[in-house]
């Protein structure tokens, strides 16, 4: 079955850093890869996904693409700010199941 | 926006007690989830269903059963209470075919006493 393999954390980086968060996965054929954030006290958001090699998801300022050749999917953003501590899930999706790996809890100081 | 609402943001129950978590999702998707999330081990699937009345077990069912008699709703039962049950519970729901994202509700935190 599909499995994933994510930064162990927790991150903790300043305001404005370059965050970069790797990820990788097993998986049968080319599943959808989703990045899912967990604020404090939160259920789970989608961030962003891609369903092809190749394809680039972004939002909030966050990017990954989806990479074939080294089964990757990793997470960046150019400048962080305090409102994106939280959990961070990368996730492939096989056989209508998501398959969640333990998260990478990132926090950002002031 | 699709919405998935889970009755209950915290719950305390005791041993032994029978105890329901309820799901309700309000876009018509076909598939519906409850994971556990526990420190340290992420979320791991207890159950899934694909249609009304159909269900197919998770990583760790055991425990746990679970009731689709409506598309919409999604109910989990813990059929005696443990403190080993003591978690927060995620519902998440889905279109099918494949590729499509899951949305989240907003968890339960049970504990157990």
């Known amino acids: 079955g599909n499995s994933v393999t994510q930064m162990e954390g927790p991150v903790t980086l300043s305001e404005e850093a370059f965050l970069t968060i790797n990820c990788t996965y097993t998986?049968?054929?080319?599943?959808?890869l989703f990045w899912y954030v967990q604020y404090p006290g939160e259920g789970l958001q989608l961030l962003l996904k891609a369903t092809k090699a190749d394809d680039k998801g972004s939002n909030k300022g966050f990017e990954a693409t989806y990479r074939k050749e080294t089964t990757s999917f990793h997470l960046e953003k150019g400048s962080v700010q305090v409102s994106d501590s939280a959990v961070y899930f990368c996730?492939?999706?096989?056989?209508?199941?998501?398959?969640f790996g333990q998260g990478t809890r990132l926090t950002i100081n002031p | 926006d699709v919405k998935v609402t889970q009755s209950s943001r915290y719950l305390v129950k005791r041993t032994g007690e029978k105890v329901f978590l309820e799901c309700v999702q309000d876009m018509d998707h076909e598939n519906m989830f409850w994971y556990r999330q526990d420190p340290g081990l992420g979320l791991r699937l207890i159950y899934f269903?694909?249609?009304?009345?159909?269900?197919e077990k998770g990583d760790i069912p055991e425990g746990y059963s679970v009731s689709r008699e409506k598309k919409e709703r999604f109910s989990l039962i813990l059929e005696s209470a443990s403190t080993n049950q003591t978690s927060m519970y995620l519902c998440?729901?889905?279109?099918?075919?494949?590729?499509?994202?899951?949305?989240f509700g907003q968890g339960t935190r049970l504990t157990v006493v």
């Open positions: 269903s694909y249609d009304v009345k159909m269900k």
């Open positions: 998986a049968t054929g080319y599943p959808s």
């Open positions: 996730v492939p999706l096989g056989a209508q199941k998501l398959v």
């Open positions: 998440a729901s889905s279109l099918a075919p494949e590729r499509t994202e899951a949305f």
